[in-house]
T-cell receptor, first 110, second 115 residues
């Protein structure tokens, strides 16, 4: 089956620092999604990418769909304490369902 | 729209009991997904429906798990009999038709504890 690797598993950063995380897949996909999950809540969609090479921003968040269609990264600039949470990448399959990465747990020290 | 609504938010039950989790998807969405989240396995897709029809239930761990979607606004996930290893957070999500995109919107989840 498809393999989806997300890294790093966790990050401990200082407030104000930039953050970068990425996902790679063993197969080509047409959709990359990035979600954030806060404690006690469900994942919330941050950014959706549909075209190879696409670069999309949402406030301080920027995500790119890799040219090979096998990878994607998410950057957070000037992190703040409320950025704390688990960030997931997800792949959209042709059948309509999503496959999720294991997540990157972000901790921000004020 | 209120988003995806799940109930109950928390459920504690004894091993062997039947558990029913409920979900109301976003109105107009064609797809409904049931996910399970644990520390060890992360987010696992259990089953999903398209227009109330189950499409793929290969993620359902055992015959003890069953899911139904009797209409476009309601779905249930049932575990009978429940076991301690079923303890997890269960999420329901819905998404619009494929033309609109692949984005899935999640409910707040049901935290299930089987003792």
């Amino acid at each position: 089956g498809q393999q989806l690797n997300q890294s790093p598993q966790s990050m401990f950063i200082q407030e104000g620092e930039d953050v970068s995380m990425n996902c790679t897949s063993s197969s080509i996909f047409n959709t990359w999604l990035w979600y954030k999950q806060e404690p006690g809540e469900g994942p919330v969609l941050l950014i959706a990418l549909y075209k190879a090479g696409e670069l999309t921003s949402n406030g301080r968040l920027t995500a790119q769909f890799g040219i090979t269609r096998k990878d994607s990264f998410l950057n957070i600039s000037a992190s703040i304490p409320s950025d704390v949470g688990i960030y997931f990448c997800a792949l959209g399959r042709s059948q309509g369902n999503l496959i999720f990465g294991k997540g990157t747990k972000l901790s921000v020290k004020p | 729209d209120a988003g995806v609504i799940q109930s109950p938010r928390h459920e504690v039950t004894e091993m062997g009991q039947e558990v029913t989790l409920r979900c109301k998807p976003i109105s107009g969405h064609d797809y409904l997904f049931w996910y399970r989240q644990t520390m060890m396995r992360g987010l696992e897709l259990l089953i999903y429906f398209n227009n109330n029809v189950p499409i793929d239930d290969s993620g359902m761990p055992e015959d003890r798990f069953s899911a139904k979607m009797p209409n476009a606004s309601f779905s249930t996930l049932k575990i009978q009999p429940s076991e301690p290893r079923d303890s997890a957070v269960y999420f329901c999500a819905s998404s619009p038709d494929r033309v609109s995109g692949d984005e899935a919107f999640f409910g707040q989840g049901t935290r299930l504890t089987v003792v």
